[in-house]
């Protein structure tokens, strides 16, 4: 099974910036779909961006819409997430995940998860 695993996060200031990359073990099919999720403290898994690894297709939740961006290096099994305009509600554990439903918005709908990336932005 397809394995995926986090990289990236770290601490910075409100307003900030930070990129998480997630590698997959190996090439990825057409038809998955990969996506970032995070975790608050105290709070559930939310979903936060996703791409089709075949197309150029992206989906944002609102409360990243216009600060994230999810990108891809094909040749490097390897999807992006950019944050920028960081905020103290964005501190969270980061995971990435695959599965085959596009946009995937439910964390059910995925069958592969890394073990998260912590990014923590202080006021």
């Known amino acids: 099974q397809l394995q995926v695993a986090e990289s990236g996060g770290g601490s910075v200031q409100t307003g900030g910036s930070l990129r998480l990359s997630c590698t997959a073990s190996?090439?990825?099919?057409?038809?998955?779909?990969m996506g970032w999720f995070r975790q608050p403290p105290g709070k559930e898994r939310e979903f936060v961006a996703s791409t089709r690894w075949s197309r150029d297709s992206v989906y944002y939740a609102d409360s990243v819409k216009g600060r994230f961006t999810i990108s891809k290096d094909k040749t490097a099994y390897t999807v992006f997430l950019q944050m920028n305009g960081l905020k103290p509600e964005d501190t969270a554990v980061y995971y990435c995940?695959?599965?085959?439903?596009?946009?995937?918005?439910?964390?059910?709908?995925?069958?592969?998860w890394g073990r998260g990336t912590l990014v923590t932005v202080s006021s």
């Open positions: 190996g090439r990825p099919y057409s038809s998955h779909v």
């Open positions: 995940a695959r599965g085959s439903t596009f946009p995937g918005t439910d964390p059910q709908s995925y069958s592969s």
